[in-house]
């Protein structure tokens, strides 16, 4: 198999405050554009199905390959019309990737669908992983023998230290650092925020911020080589 699933939020507000957020462009478009130059395929897929908000400042932030994406009307097309979880087949996919942007804390962790896909891509021998907040998708995460994906694992995510930085730390409905913990993760960091960083423990591979969105997609590439 040589598909993968790129998963992105539909979620455009923090929670009930209107303060705008929803997919961080670079993540997905740095993800998708290294792996589609290393010959796998990608269907973007969202936990409501439909269109996916863009956080505004990763738009306004973005870099040249990111606005390249942004000015495909295609691609951009893509994200108006993304497939429901609950309508994918886990069984077409060699890995799960979790996009991030702070949406994503607010309909990743709950979806059941895509817990399900993920698991399923998991026992049958793929990649899990996620960049920056798409490991809010990790946390809840149950395989078949009732453990928990992250428990014992080592795992990376935005941090609290990061969240203080982007200035959203209030704001946020939970600190990822401290949820990961909280599920037996062993959740480790760069030492300078925001920053590249990327780790892998076996098939479950976690990027930590918008910057280690290359690093992750090196190393997810990696991982399924050797499978």
Same mark, same amino acid.
């Given at each position: 198999?040589?598909?993968?699933?790129?998963?992105?939020?539909?979620?455009?507000?923090?929670?009930?405050?209107?303060?705008?957020?929803?997919?961080?462009?670079?993540?997905?478009?740095?993800?998708?554009?290294?792996?589609?130059?290393a010959?796998?395929?990608?269907?973007?897929?969202?936990?409501?199905?439909?269109?996916?908000?863009?956080?505004?400042?990763?738009?306004?932030?973005?870099?040249?390959?990111?606005?390249?994406?942004?000015?495909?009307?295609a691609?951009?097309s893509?994200?108006?019309?993304?497939?429901s979880?609950?309508?994918?087949?886990?069984?077409?996919?060699?890995?799960?990737?979790?996009?991030?942007?702070?949406?994503?804390?607010?309909?990743?962790?709950?979806?059941?669908?895509?817990?399900?896909?993920a698991?399923?891509?998991?026992?049958?021998?793929?990649?899990?992983?996620?960049?920056?907040?798409?490991?809010?998708?990790?946390?809840?995460?149950?395989?078949?023998?009732?453990? /928990? #994906?992250? !428990?014992?694992?080592?795992?990376? $995510?935005?941090?609290? &230290?990061?969240?203080? =930085?982007? +200035?959203v730390k209030?704001?946020?409905?939970? /600190? #990822?650092? !401290?949820?990961?913990?909280?599920? $037996?993760?062993?959740? &480790?960091?760069?030492? =300078?925020? +925001?920053?590249?960083?990327?780790?892998?423990d076996?098939?479950?591979?976690?990027?930590q911020?918008?910057?280690?969105?290359?690093?992750?997609?090196?190393?997810?590439?990696?991982?399924?080589?050797r499978?």
């Amino acid at each position: 198999m040589n598909r993968i699933l790129a998963v992105v939020t539909n979620q455009a507000t923090y929670g009930t405050n209107p303060h705008r957020t929803g997919l961080w462009i670079a993540e997905l478009v740095h993800f998708y554009d290294g792996v589609r130059q290393a010959g796998f395929e990608v269907d973007i897929v969202s936990p409501a199905g439909g269109q996916v908000p863009l956080d505004p400042r990763s738009t306004r932030w973005a870099d040249k390959q990111a606005r390249e994406y942004l000015n495909d009307r295609a691609f951009m097309s893509s994200l108006n019309r993304t497939t429901s979880a609950a309508d994918v087949d886990p069984a077409q996919y060699a890995a799960i990737f979790y996009t991030g942007g702070h949406g994503v804390m607010w309909d990743f962790p709950s979806n059941v669908a895509l817990q399900q896909a993920a698991r399923q891509i998991y026992e049958n021998g793929g990649v899990v992983s996620s960049v920056c907040h798409g490991a809010s998708g990790l946390l809840n995460i149950t395989l078949s023998d009732g453990s /928990l #994906l992250v !428990d014992g694992r080592t795992v990376t $995510g935005f941090s609290t &230290i990061e969240e203080r =930085i982007a +200035m959203v730390k209030r704001r946020v409905p939970f /600190l #990822l650092e !401290d949820e990961l913990r909280n599920r $037996g993760a062993h959740y &480790i960091r760069n030492t =300078i925020p +925001m920053t590249p960083f990327a780790t892998a423990d076996g098939r479950l591979v976690t990027g930590q911020n918008p910057y280690s969105t290359k690093a992750v997609t090196a190393k997810i590439i990696e991982t399924l080589h050797r499978l």
